[in-house]
């Protein structure tokens, strides 16, 4: 379906979409029920996938189960998976824990990249909860593995040492795995460092370049750092990084952005905590 047609579903969306963000929950439902009806092979299942979590919202059981139910039936790459997960959680409040298993497991099987990752640490934290801790951690190291979509990972490895402390070195493995792969897969090498990091601070894996000031530095190449007017208390201020070949680079880092913290941390550890 396109042109027109598909313009319309697309505005019904949207116009859905804008309906609820203003609190009019009448007005969504209506436009998201239109969106759906005109049987778009993408904006259709997406229309039906929010209008079940608007109807969940407004506490209309029976009509957010007969939409999540129609969203999933689709079949659509995206929008059903989403559908599962969301069915999943969504029962799992009504005390329907058997079902919500059995959209979690399909939510996994789907292999979407974000929403299985997403059903598999809401699985595993089902088994935990009903006390099958090794079926809750063997999902949880999986829900850990490669590739990092949003902060799945990071949950996950945290609730995984809560659950069992014993399972650290399962866990620092799934990383190391990842971060010896940099040579076909530099990216997820990265992120598997900042999650051991996270994970594993003595364990941590330093990287071959930092980010500092939106530069990048080869960390072998610096030797010795300093603030130019002493530690900032406020987390921002001037750094003077002096590299092998002589030269000094001033540089303002802002410790409240992720690269500069992350690019300041490994520098900390590379000429040791005293030195800055």
């Known amino acids: ?20 963000a203003a609190g009019n929950v009448d007005a969504a439902r209506a436009a998201f029920a239109r969106a759906a009806a005109t049987g778009h092979p993408d904006i259709a299942p997406k229309a039906l996938a929010n209008l079940a979590v608007l109807e969940a919202s407004a506490g209309r059981t029976a009509e957010a189960r007969s939409a999540f139910e129609r969203a999933i039936a689709t079949g659509h790459p995206d929008h059903a998976p989403q559908s599962q997960f969301n069915f999943a959680i969504f029962l799992q409040r009504q005390g329907d824990l058997t079902r919500a298993r059995e959209l979690y497991q399909q939510a996994v099987a789907s292999g979407h990249p974000e929403h299985a990752r997403k059903a598999m640490f809401n699985l595993a934290n089902l088994a935990a909860e009903q006390g099958r801790l090794d079926e809750a951690c063997g999902l949880f190291l999986r829900a850990m593995a490669p590739p990092f979509v949003g902060d799945t990972a990071w949950r996950a490895h945290r609730r995984l040492v809560e659950v069992d402390p014993g399972r650290l070195p399962d866990a620092r493995e799934v990383y190391l795995r990842a971060i010896a792969n940099e040579a076909d897969d530099e990216r997820t090498a990265n992120q598997a460092r900042e999650l051991l990091l996270d994970l594993d601070p003595q364990h941590a894996v330093p990287p071959r370049t930092i980010s500092l000031g939106h530069r990048q530095f080869d960390l072998a190449e610096i030797e010795f750092a300093e603030w130019a007017t002493g530690r900032p208390g406020y987390g921002s201020g001037y750094l003077d990084v002096y590299t092998r070949d002589g030269q000094q680079h001033t540089l303002f880092i802002d410790l409240g952005d992720r690269y500069d913290s992350q690019g300041f941390e490994w520098l900390r550890r590379h000429l040791g905590p005293d030195q800055l």
């Open 1 to 20: 379906m396109t042109g027109g047609a598909g313009q319309t579903a697309d505005s019904l969306f949207d116009l859905g979409a804008s309906e609820r």
